[in-house]
């Protein structure tokens, strides 16, 4: 049956409210498959490729290059079938005509709040349903909840999925008392106690991948499944540049090429996402916390934590995720391991996958369970 449908400015994050179409990567004309990438979009976090939530032929492009517009705004129309160029000019009509902006959250919405956890407070934020196995994502070194933007919201849609602010990082506490891969699992050990959560599919990047697996060997009941995204703790390698430059550097113009180091395009960091930092960076106690955990953690440019030999002993499902173009943590540490660990390696990513192929990661965490 001939069909047209509508691509939309998507909402990564809750607090996406406009998003700029950098540039389409297919021209009117084309056919477009499911996840094929049609454009790049810029938010007030990161630049990122959005991949086709359709399939058919671009029939028109609605919004320009560089044009910014609301969430849910009409990006450009596909159709299958045997549609006429005057039903696609009527539907992009009525769509503009009846189309309202999302209002701004209101005071009810979903948003990160404090906890506290064993005297210290943990930002948090939980999203989902009450009901299905809780997923928890645990950042990565100076990361914060934040990074899980691409993909908590997508896994909520059947489950709560719980994203948490570890200790020295965020809006959590700066005091940082054991900052090592199993000091840090304590404290997120303690917080599942606190927030209720009896199990969980933990979901960790970096080091918080490294966290994750300390935790499912310290208490396996309390894991059912292990999603580990260029995990820490599988090999001596760390790129040192990074973390040095990523506690010295106090000026935009020397930290966006750390930050560069991150992705596999560069053009991915925004001017938003160096300030960013820089602004979490100011807040009393934020560098002498992350100089603390990168001392338990990188200190001598090698990681203290060695897991992989350890992963024999999870008892529970364990899939690594590697970007193959990973310039932090070298993507062959993904090699070698127990023939009951799941591999994936994505093309075109570096060290955040999760954000850079966002529509992958996800899947691949919901294939999980």
Do not use: C
């Not at 449908?5 to 004309?29: D, F």
């Not at 990006?75 to 999302?102: I, N, R």
């Not at 906890?115 to 930002?123: E, F, H, M, P, S």
């Amino acid at each position: 049956m001939p069909a047209i449908q509508a691509i939309t400015m998507p909402k990564w994050g809750l607090a996406m409210e406009e998003g700029m179409l950098a540039r389409w990567a297919v021209e009117e004309g084309a056919t477009i498959g499911l996840a094929d990438e049609i454009m790049d979009i810029e938010t007030s976090k990161i630049a990122n490729v959005f991949e086709s939530p359709v399939q058919g032929v671009l029939r028109r492009k609605v919004v320009a290059d560089g044009d910014t517009v609301p969430v849910g705004a009409l990006l450009g129309v596909v159709t299958e079938g045997e549609v006429s160029d005057a039903e696609v000019e009527a539907y992009v009509a009525d769509f503009l005509a009846s189309f309202k902006p999302v209002e701004k959250a209101g005071a009810d919405a979903p948003k990160a709040e404090p906890i506290t956890v064993d005297g210290r407070t943990i930002r948090h934020l939980r999203l989902g349903p009450d009901e299905g196995t809780p997923v928890l994502m645990i950042h990565g070194f100076g990361a914060d909840l934040s990074t899980w933007m691409f993909n908590q919201e997508a896994l909520a849609a059947d489950r709560p999925v719980y994203a948490i602010d570890l200790p020295g990082h965020g809006g959590s506490s700066k005091a940082v008392d054991d900052g090592s891969a199993a000091g840090l699992a304590r404290t997120v050990r303690a917080y599942m106690d606190a927030a209720g959560i009896e199990r969980a599919h933990l979901v960790g990047h970096s080091l918080g991948g490294a966290i994750a697996v300390e935790i499912a060997l310290a208490e396996p009941d309390r894991v059912t499944a292990l999603t580990l995204v260029s995990p820490a703790g599988f090999g001596p390698e760390i790129a040192g540049d990074f973390i040095a430059g990523f506690i010295a550097e106090t000026r935009s113009r020397k930290l966006r090429p750390v930050l560069e180091m991150l992705v596999a395009n560069p053009g991915m960091v925004s001017a938003d996402m160096v300030e960013d930092v820089l602004k979490f960076k100011r807040l009393d106690g934020a560098t002498a916390a992350l100089g603390a955990v990168a001392e338990a953690n990188f200190a001598g440019n090698t990681q203290k934590a060695s897991l992989r030999d350890r992963l024999k002993d999870v008892t529970v499902p364990v899939h690594v995720v590697w970007g193959e173009a990973d310039r932090i943590l070298p993507a062959a540490h993904a090699e070698g391991l127990s023939d009951s660990v799941k591999v994936t390696r994505v093309p075109g990513a570096g060290h955040i996958s999760h954000m850079e192929k966002a529509s992958e990661i996800n899947s691949v965490i919901k294939s999980a369970g």
